[in-house]
């Protein structure tokens, strides 16, 4: 690693040196004053507890849907409409 060099002495670590186009730039951690942990939660985790609310709210509604439309493909009886199909993936973004 050109332009990297360890700082002279014993001990604790005081820093790092870099060369840059001849230029010096002495890097020191910062001071325990002004470190700052923190936490949050990103607006993914947001919409993905939002989603999971939705679907454990819907849970019996689909189901019952899902078992309904099973048995209209078991007796022949689904039928699509691909209009309606087309419409939804449109919508949706697909």
Do not use: H
């Not at 002279?8 to 840059?20: F, H, K, M, N």
């Not at 019996?60 to 309904?68: D, L």
Request: charged share 30%; proline share 4%.
């Amino acid at each position: 690693m050109a332009g990297v060099r360890k700082t002279s002495g014993t001990g604790a670590a005081r820093g790092v040196v870099y060369d840059l186009a001849g230029a010096r730039q002495r890097v020191t951690p910062p001071a325990a004053a002004e470190r700052v942990d923190t936490a949050g939660i990103t607006s993914e985790a947001r919409a993905l507890a939002r989603a999971i609310e939705a679907v454990e709210e819907a849970g019996e509604v689909r189901a019952e849907r899902v078992r309904a439309l099973r048995e209209q493909i078991r007796n022949g009886t689904y039928n699509p409409d691909p209009a309606e199909i087309a419409r939804k993936l449109v919508e949706r973004g697909f």
